[in-house]
């Protein structure tokens, strides 16, 4: 196998780590919870004043 070659699979699998890393690491949800099932504050009812 020509060095080139061992080059560019040791570049892709880098790449994919580090993608995954990132992934992995900055994922909103990654403590189970979606961010997207927030309830929305604009529907919630406002206290009442006296």
């Known amino acids: 196998m020509r ?3 061992v080059e560019q699979v ?3 699998i880098i790449t994919a780590g580090l993608v995954f890393g990132n992934f992995v690491m900055f994922t909103p949800w990654r403590n189970d919870q979606d961010p997207r ?8 009812t406002q206290p009442d004043r006296p």
Do not use: T
């Open 3 to 5: 060095i080139e070659k």
């Open 37 to 44: 099932n927030r309830p929305d504050p604009a529907l919630q």
């Open 10 to 12: 040791a570049a892709l």
